[in-house]
């Protein structure tokens, strides 16, 4: 079945280092992904999608580009934050179903120290 | 910019008791899920419904839980016989096609005691 592979946390960055979570899926087709975050205490957000093969999906300084040959979307932002501090997860709609539910991958634990 | 909410936002419980938690989805959306996530684990999907019925469950989504669309604007979760695993954090989403984005609501956190 559908699956996303994301990698094991916890990252710990310093201010202004550059991040790179990496995320990989197998599918059936060619589904949309996306990246969620969940910010401490709170629930999950949006950050980014990309619909189609060599899509860029982009928001708050993320980024993430939908790889079709290496089946990745992996997310990177090039100078990360304290507010950054957060969970991170990939995810697919499982498209094996009738409504896309989503399959989440495990989360990605973000600390960015002063 | 229009958004789900769930309430209550943190449910503590007895084993064995019966939680109903409730969700507004966005107002034109027509498809709608919850998903729950145990502490450190990661998002699981349970249930989606269209169309005043379930279109897919998880095999989390025992007898034990229902869902239903009451009226025009609340989606709710009952749990009718609380157990202690099921402490998790339960989230809505709703989207407004069934290939289209999933907004989530904030969550409740919910505790059995």
């Known amino acids: 079945g559908d699956s996303v592979t994301q990698m094991e946390g916890p990252v710990t960055l310093s201010e202004e280092a550059f991040l790179t979570i990496n995320c990989t899926y197998t599918a059936t087709g060619y589904p949309s992904l996306f990246w969620y975050v969940q910010y401490p205490g709170e629930g999950l957000q949006l950050l980014l999608k990309a619909t189609k093969a060599d899509d860029k999906g982009s928001n708050k300084g993320f980024e993430a580009t939908y790889r079709k040959e290496t089946t990745s979307f992996h997310l990177e932002k090039g100078s990360v934050q304290v507010s950054d501090s957060a969970v991170y997860f990939c995810a697919l709609p499982d498209y094996g179903g009738s409504q896309g539910n989503l399959i989440f991958g495990k989360g990605t634990k973000l600390s960015v120290k002063p | 910019e229009p958004e789900v909410t769930q309430t209550p936002s943190h449910q503590v419980t007895q084993m064995g008791q019966e939680v109903i938690l409730r969700c507004v989805p966005i107002s034109n959306h027509l498809y709608f899920y919850w998903y729950r996530q145990i502490l450190g684990q990661k998002v699981e999907f349970l249930v989606s419904?269209?169309?005043?019925?379930?279109?897919?469950k998880s095999e989390i989504f025992d007898d034990q839980f229902s869902v239903e669309r009451p009226d025009g604007s609340n989606f709710t979760l009952k749990i009718r016989s609380t157990k202690l695993e099921d402490s998790a954090m339960y989230f809505c989403a709703s989207s407004s096609g069934s290939q289209e984005t999933q907004y989530f609501g904030p969550g409740t956190r919910l505790l059995v005691l």
């Open positions: 419904f269209y169309n005043n019925e379930i279109s897919e």
